[in-house]
C-alpha cells in the first residue's frame, strides 16, 4: 500500500507540473540572455551587452547561412560570447563553439516561446539516465509569443530549415551554404537528366585544381552508370558571364548598398568592443574600490585584493588593445582612396566579379539571390553543354557552353605543326626538324603544358608523327625527285661505292640525307647514255682539278 501511495503521489505531482506546463507558467532554467523578474515573467537580460552579442549572432547566421561559419566570424573579429553557468547568477564571456551556437539556434526560447518535454530521458540497466530528443509534434508544450524573444517564430523555422538543409545526407540534394570552393554553382546545379542535384569534385590536374559537376548518386545506390561528368569552369564562366550583363545596369546601387552592410556589420562589432570595455572598467573600478576599503595593515587580505585589481587592469588593456587592432583592420573600409576605388569598379561590374580580392563565397551568396537553379544538359556526341539558368524573379536563360578538351585531345598534335613539318620535311631531316621547333618554341601537342615544360621534340617524336599521320617519309620523296641509293648511283656511274663516297667529298656528286645515318644520291646527267671511259676522263679530270685547288688553297 505504501509503495501504491507513492506511486499515486509522485502521479498527482507530474499532473500538476503538466498543468502548470500548459498554461506556460511552470519555471524552467532560462537560457543565456533571459532572466525572471519580480514578478516570475521572463524578460530579456538586462545587460546591454549580453542582449546585443546575441542580436548580432542572429544577424550573422542569417548572413552567412551555417553555424561553424558564425563560429569563424565571432573569432575573426575577437569577440566573445556570454555564457551562464549552471545554476548560477554570473555570466562567464568566452570563445563562441560551435555547440553553443547550434544550441541556441535549435532552442525556441530565443524566439518567444515557451518550450517544454523537448527531450525524454531513459533510464539504463545501471542505472543512468540518457536523454533522447523528441521531434516537434511531440513536444509536452509549445506556446509561440510566450514571452521576448531575439528573433520571430518565423525566423525561429527558418533558421531551422537551413540547419536541416545543411545538414543532410550524401543521398539527399542539398542546397548547401557558401563555402570556399571555386565552383560557383555549388548546391545548384541540377543535373538535366535524373533531375538530382550535382555534386562537386575537385581535382588537381596539370599543376591547377579543377571543379566538375558530377551526378553519381545511382552509382552509389544502385550501382547504374553515372549519368554525367561536367567540367565546371565553362559552365561557371557563362553563369558569371550572363550574371555581369543582367546586373551591370544596378551595379552602382548594389555596390553602395553592399558596402553600406559591410560598414553597418563593423560599427555592430565595434559597439561590442565597446560594451566588453565597460565591462571590464567597471570590474577593475570594484576591484580598485574594494582594495581602497581594505585595511592596510591586513597585508593577507590586501595582497590577494592587489593582484585582483592588477588582472582586472590587465583585461581591461587587452579590451582596448583588442579595439584598436580590429580598428586599423577595418579602417580599410572607411579610407576615402578605397571609396573611389569602388565608385570606379562600379562602373564596370565586370571588373568588379573579376576582382581576384573578391572572395569565391561572396561571389556564391550574389548568386543565391539571383539564381534559383541551373540544370545542365551534356548533349551526346558533341562537345557542348546546354545550361538552363532559372532566376528567382521566375525567368529562365538557356545558354550553351563548350566542353573542354579531354587529355588526349589536349596533347594532340595541332594541324598547323603537321603542316609545317610536312612542308621541312621537304629539304630538312627529323633531327633537323625538331631542332627547328624546338627553336621556334613549340612543344609536343602545340603548346607549353604547366609543370611539364621540359618536354621537346627529337628525331623520334617527329618520325612519329609523320608515320600516326601518314605523312610521306623523306626516303620516299627523295625517291621521288630521282634520288639513288649508294649501290645504284654507283651502278650508274659504272665505279666503286668508295670511289662514290671520295667523288661526294670533293663535290662531284651530291648526297642527300633522310636521316641521321643513311643518303641517297643525286646523279648528274643520270638518264643520259654515256660512255664508261669517257665519263671516267671527265670524272677523273675534275677530282684532279679539285685536288690542285684545295692545295693551293691550303698552301
Not at 312 to 327: F, G, M, V, Y
Not at 415 to 421: C, D, G
Amino acid at each position: 500500500m505504501s509503495e501504491a501511495e507513492l506511486h499515486v503521489l509522485k502521479a498527482r505531482l507530474r499532473g500538476g507540473i503538466l498543468n502548470k506546463v500548459n498554461r506556460g507558467e511552470y519555471r524552467c532554467l532560462l537560457p543565456t540572455g533571459f532572466v525572471y523578474d519580480d514578478l516570475g515573467n521572463v524578460v530579456l537580460d538586462p545587460d546591454s551587452q549580453v542582449r546585443e552579442t546575441i542580436t548580432y549572432f542572429f544577424e550573422t547566421f542569417l548572413r552567412v547561412g551555417s553555424a561553424s561559419q558564425t563560429v569563424k566570424v565571432f573569432k575573426k573579429e575577437g569577440l566573445l560570447f556570454p555564457s551562464r553557468m549552471r545554476n548560477a547568477k554570473f555570466l562567464v564571456f568566452q570563445h563562441l563553439t560551435a555547440s553553443t551556437a547550434l544550441r541556441m539556434l535549435n532552442n525556441p526560447r530565443y524566439a518567444g516561446a515557451y518550450a517544454y518535454g523537448r527531450r525524454h530521458y531513459r533510464k539504463l540497466a545501471d542505472g543512468r539516465k540518457v536523454p533522447r530528443k523528441r521531434d516537434r509534434n511531440d513536444w509536452l508544450a509549445c506556446i509561440p509569443d510566450a514571452h521576448p524573444g531575439y528573433i520571430t517564430w518565423e525566423q525561429f523555422q527558418q533558421n531551422l530549415t537551413v540547419l536541416e538543409t545543411n545538414g543532410r545526407g550524401y543521398k539527399v540534394a542539398r542546397s548547401s551554404p557558401p563555402r570556399e570552393g571555386a565552383a560557383l554553382m555549388q548546391g545548384r546545379a541540377v543535373c538535366g537528366r535524373c533531375g538530382r542535384h550535382l555534386r562537386l569534385r575537385y581535382a588537381t590536374r596539370r599543376g591547377r585544381q579543377e571543379a566538375w559537376y558530377v551526378c553519381d548518386r545511382a552509382q552509389g545506390a544502385h550501382g547504374e552508370p553515372t549519368c554525367q561528368s561536367i567540367a565546371g569552369a565553362p559552365i561557371d564562366e557563362a553563369v558569371g558571364a550572363l550574371v555581369v550583363a543582367s546586373m551591370t545596369p544596378a551595379a552602382v546601387d548594389l555596390a553602395w548598398e553592399i558596402r553600406r552592410e559591410i560598414e553597418a556589420r563593423h560599427d555592430e562589432a565595434d559597439r561590442l568592443r565597446l560594451r566588453a570595455i565597460e565591462r571590464a572598467q567597471f570590474d577593475a573600478d570594484l576591484a580598485q574600490r574594494r582594495f581602497m576599503l581594505v585595511d592596510p595593515s591586513n597585508r593577507l587580505v590586501a595582497d590577494t585584493l592587489e593582484q585582483e585589481w592588477n588582472d582586472k587592469l590587465r583585461i581591461l588593456a587587452d579590451a582596448r588593445e583588442q579595439r584598436e587592432r580590429s580598428q586599423q583592420q577595418e579602417r580599410l573600409i572607411l579610407d576615402d582612396a578605397i571609396r573611389d576605388r569602388l565608385i570606379a569598379m562600379t562602373a564596370d561590374f565586370k571588373t568588379l566579379w573579376r576582382d581576384p580580392s573578391l572572395a569565391n563565397r561572396e561571389r556564391k551568396r550574389l548568386l543565391a539571390y539571383i539564381v534559383e537553379d541551373v540544370t545542365l544538359l551534356k548533349l551526346p556526341g558533341e562537345w557542348t553543354t546546354k545550361i538552363h539558368v532559372r532566376f528567382k524573379a521566375g525567368k529562365t536563360e538557356t545558354l550553351t557552353a563548350q566542353n573542354p578538351k579531354t587529355s588526349a585531345q589536349q596533347v594532340k598534335t595541332q594541324p598547323e605543326v603537321l603542316e609545317l613539318i610536312d612542308k621541312l620535311l621537304d629539304d630538312h631531316t627529323c633531327s633537323q626538324i625538331a631542332q627547328l621547333l624546338n627553336d621556334r618554341g613549340i612543344r609536343p601537342g602545340g603548346c607549353v603544358r604547366p609543370g611539364k615544360a621540359n618536354i621537346r621534340f627529337d628525331a623520334l617524336r617527329v618520325s612519329y608523327i609523320a608515320q600516326r599521320y601518314g605523312l610521306r617519309s623523306r626516303r620516299d620523296r627523295l625517291r621521288d625527285r630521282g634520288m639513288l641509293t649508294k649501290l645504284e648511283a654507283a651502278a650508274r656511274l659504272g665505279i666503286h661505292e668508295a670511289t662514290l663516297t671520295r667523288w661526294v667529298e670533293y663535290g662531284l656528286v651530291k648526297r642527300h640525307a633522310y636521316n641521321d645515318y643513311a643518303f641517297l644520291y643525286e646523279v648528274p646527267d643520270s638518264h643520259l647514255p654515256v660512255k664508261h671511259s669517257s665519263r671516267w676522263d671527265r670524272l677523273t679530270d675534275r677530282a684532279t682539278a679539285a685536288r690542285a685547288s684545295a692545295a693551293s688553297k691550303t698552301l
